[in-house]
């Protein structure tokens, strides 16, 4: 079966630098996405990865290592407002998204 | 602004109503889908669509029906609601269909509860 695991949650303090892990095992690969999604709120697109590396946007950066079946989503500088669920989904190779159940992080002051 | 928008944003019904859940885009997506968000579950998918008049079974698609008669709406029906359909459900928007590599726009949610 296809599979997408990552933490449940996560602690981090404001200011500080988290890394949230999420490993896959899918019927293919067409690109890894990760979200954030606020208590209450809709998802929002943070990062697509489909080629092995690191993508850097702003205080947030996305890695993907397919040989190995591995993401993480590294938060720099965090805010209290980064506090949300990061969800991790991957294409397989339909082209259908197999979603994570999502990593809720904690901002601490 | 352009968005998604769903309706309602909350509902309790008892079991075995008909309910149908709206979603309305103005981004002119061509594909559109629903998911279901339940507490410890990622996000799955219900039903989709990749064009206009065209629709598609995703992951768990029992005990509910969609239609796409255009671009910009594609509304959820269930037509006995059940206990176990109690979930937040959210409706989603892509330029392209099955294939695509593009973000998903998210609506803001409806919360279904099911008595």
């Known amino acids: 079966g296809q599979n997408i695991d990552q933490p449940t949650e996560m602690t981090a303090t404001e200011g500080a630098i988290v890394q949230i892990n999420c490993t896959y095992q899918t019927s293919g690969f067409n690109g890894l996405f990760w979200y954030q999604q606020h208590a209450g709120e809709a998802p929002t697109f943070l990062s697509y990865?489909?080629l092995d590396g690191l993508e850097e946007k702003g205080r947030f950066s996305s890695f993907l290592s397919r040989s190995k079946g591995y993401s993480y989503l590294l938060l720099k500088e965090l805010q209290m407002k980064d506090s949300a669920s990061y969800l991790c989904a991957v294409m397989d190779s339909n082209y259908q998204l197999i979603w994570g159940a999502g990593t809720k992080l904690i901002i601490k002051p | 602004i352009a968005g998604i928008t769903q309706a309602p944003t909350s509902q309790i019904l008892a079991a075995g109503r008909r309910m149908t859940l709206r979603c309305t885009q103005d981004?002119?997506?061509?594909?559109m889908y629903w998911y279901r968000q339940d507490l410890g579950l990622g996000l799955r998918l219900i039903h989709y669509?990749?064009?206009?008049?065209?629709?598609g079974k995703g992951e768990v698609p029992d005990g509910y029906s969609v239609s796409r008669a255009n671009t910009d709406d594609f509304p959820l029906t269930l037509a006995s609601a059940v206990p176990s359909q109690t979930s937040v459900y959210f409706c989603?928007?892509?330029?392209?269909?099955?294939?695509?590599?593009?973000?998903?726009?998210f609506g803001e949610g409806s919360r279904l509860t099911v008595l």
């Open positions: 981004m002119r997506h061509n594909a």
């Open positions: 989603a928007s892509s330029e392209e269909g099955s294939g695509h590599t593009g973000e998903l726009f």
């Open positions: 669509s990749n064009t206009a008049g065209t629709t």
């Open positions: 990865n489909v």
